[in-house]
């Protein structure tokens, strides 16, 4: 058991692409198909999705995922309420979140699984706080990013779109990086996102 929860954050507006943005296809299926395809590669102990209490169909395809949906009342707040969320439904056995960015259709399974194995093999049997954070060949750093336990609590009280960014940037000297040898996965906001994801495929 590995005692890493997966957190994918589902609720966003898509207020710049102007439709749910998630539900658009890529390869044949959704652009959140992906991502939780791509997710249960790696052995979580469970799968969070934060998904909007009234987009309906998103909801109805992370049903057909056995993973643990959470209903988000007001996506309008932001993603640190999102992930707010998601850490509270945590169990108190809970060693470590993975957090997912449910627009990033291109993150590599390769990368999940690095950065989980990362976790296990340095941090989990010495009990030490851990923030890991992908390292993308083209420089990028971002998600997914790994928070250990010891920052549920911080996490589980943010609010406002900056995510864990401040406790990331006041936690700096139990921060890591995992390297990846792909380019950064990027998200998916805009049409014009859409149209490059589109022309680039893979």
């Not at 998600?143 to 960014?165: C, M, Q, V, W, Y």
């Amino acid at each position: 058991m590995t005692g890493i929860f997966a957190v994918i954050l589902a609720s966003g507006q898509s207020t710049r692409m102007g439709t749910p943005k998630l539900l658009l296809p890529w390869k044949g299926i959704s652009i959140i198909e992906h991502i939780l395809s791509n997710t249960f590669l790696f052995p979580f102990e469970g799968v969070k999705v934060v998904v909007p209490d009234s987009n309906v169909p998103l909801k109805r395809i992370v049903s057909t995922f056995p993973c643990d949906p959470i209903n988000n009342h007001y996506p309008e707040l932001g993603m640190g309420y999102s992930l707010s969320l998601a850490i509270r439904s945590l169990p108190p056995d809970a060693q470590a979140a993975l957090i997912l960015l449910g627009d990033q259709p291109k993150l590599h399974s390769d990368d999940i699984q690095n950065i989980c194995e990362s976790f296990l093999q340095k941090f989990l049997t010495k009990n030490e706080k851990s923030i890991i954070q992908m390292k993308y060949r083209d420089g990028f750093v971002g998600h997914p990013t790994l928070f250990s336990s010891h920052f549920f609590r911080e996490l589980a009280s943010i609010n406002g779109d900056k995510g864990g960014k401040d406790i990331i940037r006041n936690n700096r000297r139990f921060l890591s990086h995992c390297l990846s040898e792909y380019p950064y996965p990027k998200d998916i906001d805009t049409p014009e996102d859409y149209q490059r994801l589109m022309i680039e495929g893979d």
